[in-house]
Structure formats: structure tokens, C-alpha cells
């Protein structure tokens, strides 16, 4: 019933705690009632043979499997039933309706050789999906946070050839919130040459999940937005032993990027696996103008599962993860990057049905992170006569961020209701060590504690409720927060120069509301509210003049223990019309952000290396206000021709300094077409991007305007058998040469990082 994209308008901070006692307030009800409607593909088509299993309050079940125009009736049910429909080749989906709801549509994702990208647009657990073709996360040489470039509000910085970060609505590095398969996770250095989620291949993800605002409580702590990954696994079998797998490659001639995977799983009625494997490489590329960049890489990627079902009701599962990352080329940073190690593990086991709860949860993790940088290729290594100093450098810098956690969660239907309870800690730990020596005999001039052994806890509980109706859904979660920060290792200089204990404590309330109101049929609103609160991250506590990630100067930053935690309250509204062939989707948001992290200019601190500019700059708190929005209208003119349109803008504003905020990109607006021929077994795909001049820029710390641009991409795909394809396409048709407001500079010259100039890439893909 309420499918497709959905967002909220938020009320304010009384109407998120009286609405969620409203809510908490709901009784059991009713008498037993049916539920019907029909399971449709992505084209609006019916699904024949889907199961359709109807989960309601005490214990009341159903089933019923859809007939040749895709309808199902289930009776006997009372209350909220959470429908789960299964389909051959297609992606399963969960979604809650009312009891008496009747004519609820299903949209179903067809299952790709490659996944799909899923973007939730509200509250999580209240809203549905919208997917996108799993494609996007492949092109352009196998970057995930690349390809989300294509996502309404979702942007992403690049700092080398690969393991760009992700940027949602404005919001950067920290106050996004990462996961893996649950797992909460973080960057491996302090240069941030990686994200959270740039050490998974992307031939392993099933699924990326975007929360745009602060409805993914339930995940973890200080999600002003959050992104998750999940990976792949096998399905269970009731016919015997059923094998699967994948294998395929692809190469792009600029900067000559070559791709490669395989996995081969397994599934019983009982047991289940899959590995995972990839390798991928890149060399420099060239610009629009036939400038080289920078752009070596390699990477070669392994993830595997197991599952165990020792009964229909619980599940046991295991999940790991390898990745080794060598001699990547970072333009943007002062270091190249000489490795990434990266080992992740995670346990969990989950059981449906029962007494008490629904649905019970619960997963224990471990992700060892090891990352070292040199200078080798950059200008300090060599030797400048008038410079300080005149000879060559040598930098390493080693870095360890190891993170353990664990997770659980409670759910039960009660009447309307869908209850949940749970809660979640985390331990990240952080170090790293620069020594720099004088290159031509290799002695140590001095050495550095960049990240001082330092440590971010956080234990956190929340409670959250979903009344459904027959036309109305309405949700709301409260969490609370214990967090702990503390740095073992500390110089004599933060400690002299700064004011306050490094070893903070700290209790953080966050909560949010969100409802879906289906006006009439095919038409629905959403709205809702929510604030969230986010720790300060190491390098804003501890610091000691080390050049800043966000802000993308060279400078060097002087850490704050003083710093208090940011505090987000966003406001949402959202619109889904569906008139015949035509969807429409409209989604506005506003954010103010008080104790905004920010930098000040301190020209009583001497900087640390005479290399780096002369002003040395501190952290401090201050408020910024966001806003902005997307629209998306599709149009299916018949089975064989689409096109749609989007267009996204964020505004923010740094209220403290009375600019604009830092990192917001420019307006932007994408246009594509698809055609399908030979009944489907050939699409091409036609897409222009129009990204406008971005001059509301932070002058005061650095940020420079870029100019607009617009790129054209051409893609075809042929399913040559059931089994295999073959894929090929040219970007950046026009040979354009731009970059992304969002690059960051380069230290020496800069200038931000250009993008790669016509590409052309041919991929095949076989499943098995």
C-alpha cells in the first residue's frame, strides 16, 4: 500500500515526544478481518506463484500464493500483519499493513546479475523501498560511493582513484552513519582516504540502504542519515543441494581499470554459503583536457557466509570479510596510501514466532582496520634549495582502527501495534603514529601521536512503536545514549595549549516521528520530525595540528576536548502520486544543526611542520541550518520505452560565520531514457547530467567555487542466454572536463581533483 519512496515532514521537537506518547498509547484490537491485493513487478506486470505469508498479532498466521493476475486474498487476521512476499527471481519484501486493508500492491524488484541499490526514504522500519538498478553500483570502474553520485541527495567526494565517501543532503564524514550487514563501521586513517564503507568489493553487496534524516535510530548512534550495506547470501533450498554463483569482468580503457570476480554458494534446507571474491586495478586516467591524474590502484576483495536454520523459526549465521588494498595514488591528501588490511567478522542469530516476542535478534561483531601512508610520489619527498627544509622527506605513517560491537533487537505485534525494543554498544579504537625522516640517510627528525590511542564508547537503548491503519501508518522511536571518549597518548603541547578534560562522558537523547497517509488511491503524503545527536569524532577532540579531513585545507587543526556534541533537528515532508504510467515523488527537508563543528583561525598556536600553511586553526561549536529537496517523475510510455527526471538541491548555512556552510554541492538535474528491444533481452540507456556553477562557498575556510557542467552516458546491456550478458557503454560522452564541487584540493596546488574524461567500459557477466 505504501510503496515507493517516502519521507517525512517534521513538526518540531513537542510533536516528536507527544506524538510518540500518542502512539505508546494505542490498544489492542479487533475482530478477525482479510487482506488482499496484488504482487506486481517493477512494470507494473503481475507476479504469478508468489507466497504471501500474513504475520499478525497473537500469532495469528496466513497463506496464500498469487494467481495469474497477481491478486491474493489471506482471512482470519486482526490487527497490524506484516506481509513477507517471496518470488521466484525476484527480491523478497516485508512491509505492514493494516488488517482491514484491501487492494494492497506489491511491487516486487526483479533479481539482476548485478543487485540492486535500495534508498529507504524515511523511518526504516515505517517506510518502503525504492530500488535502482544494481548497474549503477558497477560503472565507472566498481566504486560504490561513485556510482550513489546518480542517487537524488546523495553525493560523494573524491580524494583518489577509489574508496570515495559518501555525502547525503550536506551532511559528511561522521555525521553519517555507516553500517555492514548491522555492523557499525569507520574509516581506517585519519587522512580519511577511505569511508566506513569503502572496504567491502562491491561484486559482494546485495543491498545499499540510504535513510535520508534522522529515522534510522534503530541502527545505531549519531545518525543524522545513514547508509548500510548488505551483502550477499544464498537462499535456502526444500528441494536437496542448490548451487549458485557468478563470475564475470570488466575493463575501461581510461586509465586502463580492470575488474574481476567470483562466487560460488550453496543452499539446503537446513545450511546455506557463499564466497565472494574480487580483484580490481586502475592506472592514472586522463581529464577532459587530456591532463593525467593520479589514479593508481589495487584491490582484491573476499567476503563469505554461512548460515544455519536448525529450525523454520531460528536462524544462525556468520559473516567475514578480507580486504587488501596496495599502493593507491591519492591526489587530494598530503600521503599516498601504501595499504589497507581490513578483516571483519560478525556472528548472529535471530528467531521468528513465539510466546512473547515476534521476532527476537541479537549479533556480535569484530572489524580490524590496519592502514599505512607514505610520501614517496608526492613533491616533499624531494629535495627544494629555498625551501624549510631544503631536503627530501620521507613520512610513514601507520594507522589501527579496530572497532567490536554488538546488537539486539525485540518485536512484537500487539493489536495495531508493532512493538521493538533494543539496543546497541560499540568500541572503536584509534592510533596512529607519524615519523618523518630525512630522506637521503634516514634520520628521524621527530614523531608524532596523530591519533593518540584514542577511544569512543557507546551503549545505547531505544524503544520504538508502528500503529498501522487502513490508510495510515505512524511511527515513532526514542533512544538514549551513554557515550565515553578518552585518548591515552597525548602530546605535552594539546595538553598545554588546550582547556578542559580530554576524557569526556556524556548522555544523548535523540527520538523521532514519522507517518505515511494514503490520501487516495495511487496517492500518498509523508511526513515527520526528528533529532539526532552525534559525538565528536577523534581527530575534532584530540588533534594536534593535523590537517583537516572535512574542511579539505592543508592547514593544521588543534583539537577541542571542550567540543560538545551536535544536536540535528530535521523537518520532512514527501508527496508519492502515481497518475496511470506516470510516478511523481517530491521530498523536502530542513535541518538546523546547533553545536555545529566548525573551524576558527588561532594565530597564537605555532604550527607543526614548516611545510604546512602559516595559520593553524582550532574546532569549535556553532550552528548551521540546511534545507532543500528532491523531485523525481517517471514515465513508462509503454513495455518498451521509459524515461524519467530528477532534479536536487541542498542550501546550508553557517549561521556562526554568516556564510554559506561548507561541502554543500550545487544544484542538479538528471535526465534519462531507457529502450528495451528484442522483448526485453537488449536495454539501452541515455542518461545527461546538468550540474549548475556552485559559488555560495565557506571564503573563510578556503572553499573555492567550481563551475557547473554536463556529462552524457550512453549504456547498453544484452541478456545473451537466461545466463549470461554483455554490457558495454561510454561515459562522459562529451570528453568534459570538470570536477566535482565536493574533490578535495590538492594540497599543493590547490586544485581540486578532475574527473576521469570519455570512458568507454565493456563487462561480462555470467550466473550460474
Known amino acids: 500500500m505504501f510503496s515507493g519512496r ?12 507527544t506524538s510518540f506518547l500518542w502512539v505508546s498509547l494505542m490498544l489492542c484490537a479487533g475482530a478477525a478481518l482479510a487482506v488482499d491485493g496484488r504482487v506486481v513487478d517493477g512494470n507494473g506486470e503481475p507476479v504469478e506463484g508468489a507466497t504471501v505469508r500474513a504475520r499478525a498479532a497473537a500469532g495469528a498466521t496466513a497463506v496464500a500464493t498469487t494467481a495469474s493476475d497477481g491478486r491474493f486474498e489471506l482471512a482470519d487476521l486482526s490487527g497490524a500483519v506484516r ?18 486493508a484491501t487492494d494492497v500492491e506489491v511491487d516486487l524488484t526483479r533479481l539482476t546479475a548485478r543487485g540492486e541499490i535500495v534508498v529507504t526514504a524515511a523511518m526504516p522500519e515505517l517506510a518502503t523501498e525504492v ?15 561513485e556510482a550513489m553520485r546518480g542517487l537524488n541527495g546523495v553525493a560523494a567526494k573524491r580524494r583518489g582513484a577509489i574508496n570515495l565517501e559518501p555525502s547525503i543532503r550536506g551532511l559528511q ?24 564503507i569503502s572496504h567491502v568489493g562491491p561484486h559482494a553487496i546485495d543491498t545499499v540502504r540510504v535513510v535520508k534524516g534522522p529515522y534510522a535510530l534503530t541502527w545505531g548512534a549519531g545518525t543524522m542519515s545513514a547508509l548500510e550495506l548488505v551483502t550477499s547470501r544464498p537462499a535456502f533450498s526444500t528441494g536437496g543441494l542448490s548451487w549458485q554463483g557468478r563470475a564475470g569482468g570488466a575493463w575501461s580503457d581510461n586509465g586502463d581499470r580492470a575488474d574481476g570476480y567470483l562466487s560460488v554458494g550453496a543452499g539446503s534446507e537446513r545450511w546455506r554459503f557463499l564466497v565472494n571474491g574480487g580483484y580490481r586495478t586502475g592506472d592514472d586516467y586522463e581529464d577532459g583536457d587530456g591532463a593525467e591524474v593520479p589514479g593508481d590502484y589495487e584491490s582484491t576483495d573476499l567476503r563469505w557466509h554461512l548460515g544455519w536454520q536448525p529450525t523454520d523459526s531460528w536462524l ?25 588490511h581490513t578483516r571483519s567478522h560478525a556472528v548472529s542469530a535471530s528467531k521468528t514466532g513465539g510466546d512473547t516476542f515476534d521476532e527476537v535478534y541479537v549479533q556480535a561483531y569484530r572489524n580490524l582496520k590496519n592502514h599505512r601512508m607514505n610520501n614517496d610520489e608526492k613533491p616533499t619527498a624531494q629535495p627544494a634549495p ?10 610513514d605513517l601507520p594507522t589501527e582502527a579496530d572497532t567490536s560491537g554488538a546488537r539486539a533487537r525485540f518485536s512484537l505485534i500487539r493489536g495495531a501495534v508493532e512493538w521493538s525494543f533494543g539496543g546497541d554498544l560499540y568500541r572503536t579504537e584509534q592510533m596512529a603514529e607519524r615519523r618523518i625522516f630525512r630522506r637521503s640517510n634516514d634520520f628521524l627528525i621527530f614523531t608524532d601521536n596523530v591519533w593518540p590511542e584514542a577511544t569512543i564508547e557507546d551503549l545505547g537503548g531505544w524503544a520504538q512503536a508502528v500503529w498501522v491503519g487502513a490508510r495510515t501508518q505512524v511511527g515513532a522511536t526514542v533512544r538514549i545514549d551513554a557515550v565515553e571518549s578518552s585518548a591515552d597518548d597525548l602530546t605535552a603541547f594539546y595538553l598545554a595549549n588546550t582547556v578542559g578534560d580530554p576524557d569526556q562522558d556524556d548522555t544523548h537523547v535523540s527520538a523521532a516521528i514519522s507517518a505515511a497517509f494514503e490520501v487516495q488511491d495511487g496517492w500518498s503524503l509523508t511526513v515527520g520530525a526528528g533529532r539526532t545527536v552525534r559525538t565528536p569524532s577523534v581527530l575534532e577532540l584530540y588533534s594536534d595540528r593535523f590537517p583537516a579531513t572535512k574542511f579539505q585545507i592543508a592547514a593544521e587543526l588543534m583539537g577541542n576536548p571542550q567540543l560538545v556534541a551536535e544536536e540535528a533537528l530535521e523537518l520532512n515532508i514527501g508527496s508519492r502520486a502515481r497518475f496511470g504510467d506516470v510516478l511523481l515523488q517530491v521530498d523536502l527537508f530542513y535541518r538546523t544543526i546547533d553545536d555545529y563543528i566548525t573551524i576558527v583561525p588561532d594565530p597564537t598556536l605555532p604550527r607543526r611542520l614548516p611545510l604546512s600553511p602559516q595559520t593553524v586553526y582550532r574546532y569549535v561549536n556553532g550552528e548551521a541550518d540546511f534545507w532543500g529537496g528532491e523531485l ?40 534519462g531514457a531507457q529502450f528495451l528491444v528484442f522483448d526485453g533481452r537488449l536495454s539501452i540507456d541515455v542518461e545527461g547530467r546538468f550540474v549548475d556553477d556552485q559559488d555560495r562557498v565557506a571564503t573563510s575556510r578556503f572553499e573555492s567555487p567550481t ?8 549504456m547498453a546491456a544484452w541478456r545473451l542466454t537466461p545466463e549470461l550478458s554483455l554490457s558495454a557503454g561510454v561515459f562522459n560522452l562529451t570528453d568534459e572536463a570538470y570536477t566535482d564541487h565536493l574533490n578535495s584540493p590538492s594540497p599543493f596546488t590547490r586544485q581540486r581533483i578532475f574527473e576521469p574524461g570519455q570512458s568507454a567500459r565493456i563487462a561480462l557477466d555470467f550466473r550460474f
Open 632 to 671: 523525481r517523475l517517471d514515465h513508462r510510455v509503454n513495455r518498451n520505452v521509459a524515461w524519467h527526471i530528477a532534479l536536487d538541491q541542498v542550501r546550508g548555512e553557517d549561521t556562526t560565520f554568516d556564510e554559506p556552510a561548507f561541502g554543500t554541492p550545487p544544484f542538479r538535474a538528471t535526465l
Open 83 to 100: 506481509l513477507e512476499v517471496e518470488a521466484s527471481g525476484f527480491r523478497p519484501r516485508s512491509l505492514r499493513v493494516s488488517a482491514q
Open 316 to 340: 544462525v549465521e556468520y559473516l567475514g570479510g578480507y580486504q587488501q588494498q596496495n599502493d593507491i595514488d591519492y591526489p587530494g591528501r598530503l600521503l599516498d596510501a601504501t595499504y589497507f
Open 707 to 714: 563551475e557547473g557542467y554536463e556529462l552524457f552516458d550512453v
Open 6 to 17: 517516502k519521507k517525512q515532514l517534521r513538526c518540531g521537537w513537542n510533536a516528536v515526544w
Open 131 to 145: 530500488d535502482v538498478p544494481g548497474s549503477e553500483m558497477e560503472r565507472g570502474g566498481g566504486d560504490l560511493a
Open 173 to 196: 564524514e561522521e555525521q553519517v552513519g555507516l553500517f555492514v550487514d548491522g555492523t557499525r563501521t569507520f574509516p581506517a586513517g585519519p587522512a580519511r582516504m577511505d569511508s566506513g
Open 386 to 395: 629555498g625551501r624549510i627544509p631544503p631536503f627530501g622527506l620521507r613520512v
